[in-house]
Nanobody, 124 residues
């Protein structure tokens, strides 16, 4: 089993920045990729970004590429999501997830474990 805990959410003005963190514990050796998803009220959960533990390859949704950066700290088994130039449409609950994938890890089914989520609200 793997436990994930997100932190760093909050309220920020448009154009501002936030940094989310996700700490993984437990049997982390069974996971190969860490990802961030988000879900706004009334909308489907969508992929945001992912990073592989080995090699550190990153993938981003087109909507956040160039604004968000995902990184990892292998020693701490944690991942960070630096969010810059935030827009009101970025408002959502952000979820950290862990799993494995062949190819681009942008599907919910590729992730085995999920955190509780952290709220990000971007005001106009």
């Amino acid at each position: 089993q793997v436990q994930l805990g997100e932190s760093g959410g909050g309220l920020v003005e448009a154009g501002g920045s936030l940094r989310l963190s996700c700490a993984a514990s437990g049997r982390t050796f069974s996971t190969y990729v860490m990802g961030w998803f988000r879900q706004a009220p009334g909308k489907e959960r969508e992929f945001v970004a992912a990073i592989r533990w080995s090699g550190g390859r990153t993938d981003y949704a087109a909507s956040v590429k160039g604004r968000f950066t995902i990184s990892r700290d292998i020693a701490k088994t944690s991942v960070l999501l630096q969010m810059n130039s935030l827009k009101p449409e970025d408002t959502a609950v952000y979820y950290c997830a862990a799993g494995s994938a062949v190819g681009i890890p942008n599907r919910e089914g590729q992730y085995f474990y999920w955190g509780q989520g952290t709220q990000v609200t971007v005001s106009s």
